[in-house]
C-alpha cells in the first residue's frame, strides 16, 4: 500500500461576466478495491451551488451552478488516497457496452493479429501502440479518433487510451477508459481497464505498462466523453478558457 496527497484544480476564465454557468465535476477520487479515499477538502469560487451524485458508470460527480454574474470559476479538491493492488472485481457491468466501438474508438483494420490469452493481448496491444505512436503534446483534440490518431502516428494519453480500446474491442476484449491522476505534476491522465473474465485490470498504452503504484482513478466510461472532468454551460457571448493542473505527491 501507499499514500498520496493530491490536489486538483480547474480555473475557467470568461473573456467578460457571464450572467449563469452550469457545469459537471468529475475530479473526486472514490474509493473501491483498489483505493481507499481517506480525506477530501474542497474549495469552489465563487460561491456556486454543487450537488453530490454518481453518473451511469457509477462515478462521482459534482452538478449545480451559479446565476450571479462572475467571470472565473475556481474549482480545487485535495485529499488523501491510499492505493493497493489494481484490480477491481466484475460488479455486475454491462460488458456489452465495452465492447462496442464508438466513434472515438473505431479504426478498420487493428494491424495486429489476434491473441488467446487477454493479458497476453493487452500486454501486446500496449507494446505496439508504445512502440509506432509518438507522443506529441497538443496535436490532437478531445474530438480526435482512435482512427486519425493510427493514421497521423502520433497523439497524448487520450488518444492512446482510444486506439489500445480499439484493438482491445476488436478482439473481442471488453475495455474501458479510465481517467485519473498519476504521480508527479501536470494534468489529468488516461489509462485502460480491459476484462479478463472475472477482473479489470489496468494498462498504461502511454508508458507501456500494467498499472501498478502512482495511479489514482477518478471515472471510468466507454471513452473519453464519458470521463470529463469539467463540463459546463454558460449564458452569453464572452469566451472561456479552462486550465487543469493536478499535482500527486507520496507521502
Known amino acids: 500500500m501507499?499514500?498520496?496527497?493530491?490536489?486538483?484544480?480547474?480555473v475557467v476564465e470568461f473573456s467578460e461576466s457571464v450572467p449563469?454557468?452550469?457545469?459537471?465535476?468529475?475530479?473526486?477520487?472514490?474509493?473501491?478495491?483498489?483505493?481507499?479515499?481517506?480525506q477530501e477538502h474542497m474549495v469552489v469560487s465563487p460561491d456556486y451551488w454543487l450537488q453530490a451524485g454518481i453518473d451511469a458508470f457509477y462515478n462521482r460527480i459534482l452538478y449545480g451552478g451559479a446565476t450571479e454574474p462572475h467571470k472565473t470559476f475556481?474549482?480545487?479538491?485535495t485529499g488523501i488516497v491510499t492505493t493497493d493492488t489494481y484490480i477491481l472485481k466484475y460488479r455486475g457491468e454491462n460488458l456489452f457496452l465495452f465492447k462496442q466501438p464508438t466513434t472515438l474508438t473505431t479504426v478498420k483494420e487493428p494491424l495486429m493479429e489476434a491473441t488467446e490469452n487477454v493479458i497476453d493481448a493487452a500486454y501486446a496491444i500496449c507494446n505496439w501502440i508504445n512502440k509506432n505512436i509518438v507522443y506529441e503534446p497538443l496535436c490532437t483534440t478531445v474530438e480526435t479518433t482512435a482512427a486519425e490518431v493510427l493514421e497521423r502516428?502520433?497523439?497524448v494519453c487520450q488518444?492512446?487510451?482510444h486506439l489500445m480500446i480499439a484493438f482491445c474491442r476488436h478482439q473481442g476484449i471488453p475495455a474501458r477508459y479510465v481517467n485519473g491522476f498519476l504521480v508527479g505534476e501536470g494534468e489529468t491522465h488516461a489509462w485502460v481497464e480491459?476484462?479478463?473474465?472475472y477482473n479489470w485490470l489496468g494498462f498504461d498504452p502511454t508508458h507501456n505498462c500494467r498499472i501498478s503504484d502512482g495511479y489514482v482513478k477518478l471515472a471510468h466510461g466507454r471513452d473519453a466523453r464519458d470521463c470529463s472532468v469539467n463540463r459546463g454551460l454558460y449564458t452569453g457571448l464572452a469566451n472561456q478558457q479552462t486550465t487543469i493542473h493536478v499535482t500527486l505527491q507520496e507521502i
Open 2 to 10: 501507499k499514500r498520496y496527497l493530491y490536489n486538483y484544480q480547474t
Open 20 to 38: 449563469s454557468h452550469a457545469v459537471l465535476l468529475r475530479c473526486q477520487p472514490a474509493s473501491n478495491a483498489c483505493q481507499t479515499l481517506e
Open 74 to 77: 475556481a474549482y480545487v479538491s
Open 153 to 155: 502516428k502520433k497523439g
Open 159 to 161: 488518444d492512446f487510451a
Open 194 to 197: 480491459i476484462f479478463d473474465g
